[in-house]
């Protein structure tokens, strides 16, 4: 039970939601509906609004999605599987598909570099397919994260090499003298003997 509400009370809550048509529909098969939902019933409530407002077109559109579904570039696989496991389930495939193709149309919709390894594992259900694929992700983000600090320059790197490039300009702004052109010292009341 729901908020430990009695699945009569359930039904009666959920039938408070309903307006117009549903309402009405409702109300003259009040007597019908078991309980909001219980796994395995027939007189399910929400099981029959389902079957009885659900159009051909609506269920059309769900299975296209489910067709059509797509990890996105930057989508984490755990937001992946929780959009297809609710376009398998509007789509009301679940049931309907053995598991191998339920694999096959998961691993389908993945990233390139995430789907090749997912496959080669030969996941024998969608469960086992969908913790390949986070593991996958999960190694190829530490991956990526150890290779950008191996490439990418820290702070420190950086302040080095600014210093390096100020002394660089430093040095050409100094003019440079041969040794011909210096003037020699002058004598210095004899302290010093001149070079022969």
Request: proline share 6%; hydrophobic share 35%; charged share 25%.
């Amino acid at each position: 039970m729901t908020n430990n509400w009695r699945p009569n009370r359930q039904k009666d809550i959920a039938g408070s939601f309903l307006n117009g048509p549903a309402f009405q529909w409702f109300d003259e098969n009040y007597n019908g509906f078991g309980q909001w939902y219980t796994n395995g019933a027939n007189n399910n409530l929400r099981d029959l609004l389902i079957a009885k407002y659900t159009t051909i077109a609506m269920r059309n559109k769900w299975q296209m999605e489910y067709r059509n579904i797509c990890q996105g570039l930057t989508e984490m696989v755990d937001a992946y599987v929780a959009r297809f496991r609710k376009a398998i389930s509007k789509a009301e495939m679940g049931n309907l598909l053995p598991a191998q193709m339920q694999v096959m149309d998961f691993v389908a919709g993945l990233r390139p570099e995430l789907a090749i390894i997912t496959n080669g594992s030969n996941p024998a259900d969608l469960d086992e397919a969908e913790e390949t694929a986070k593991n996958v992700e999960s190694a190829s983000l530490i991956n990526k994260n150890v290779i950008a600090a191996a490439t990418n320059p820290t702070a420190e790197v950086k302040e080095l090499k600014a210093q390096i490039l100020e002394l660089k300009v430093e040095i050409k702004e100094v003019k440079y003298v041969p040794r011909e052109d210096r003037k020699p010292p002058q004598n210095n009341g004899g302290n010093r003997k001149p070079p022969y």
